[in-house]
C-alpha cells in the first residue's frame, strides 16, 4: 500500500534508476537509509539495519558493473 514504510527491496520504490541518475550527474558522495518501518522500529533495529544496508550495498555493486 502506498506510504507504507518497508523494507529496502520490498516496496514500491525503483532504486536503479535513482542510483543511475546520480551517477550520471558525477555524484559520488554519501548515501543513506532510514528504516522507519516497524521491524526496524520494534522487533529487530539492528537485524533491519543489516538488511537495508545490504540491499544498498548489492545495487551500489550492481549499478558500478
Do not use: F
Not at 522507519?36 to 544498498?56: E, M, N, T, V
Amino acid at each position: 500500500e502506498s506510504g507504507e514504510y518497508v523494507p529496502m527491496g520490498q516496496g514500491q520504490m525503483h532504486y536503479p534508476p535513482i542510483v543511475e541518475r546520480l551517477r550520471s550527474v558525477g555524484y559520488d558522495g554519501y548515501l543513506s537509509i532510514e528504516c522507519l518501518y516497524p521491524l526496524a522500529k520494534q522487533h529487530d533495529p539492528r537485524g533491519a539495519i543489516k538488511h537495508d544496508l545490504r540491499q544498498l550495498n548489492e545495487l551500489v555493486n550492481l549499478e558500478t558493473r
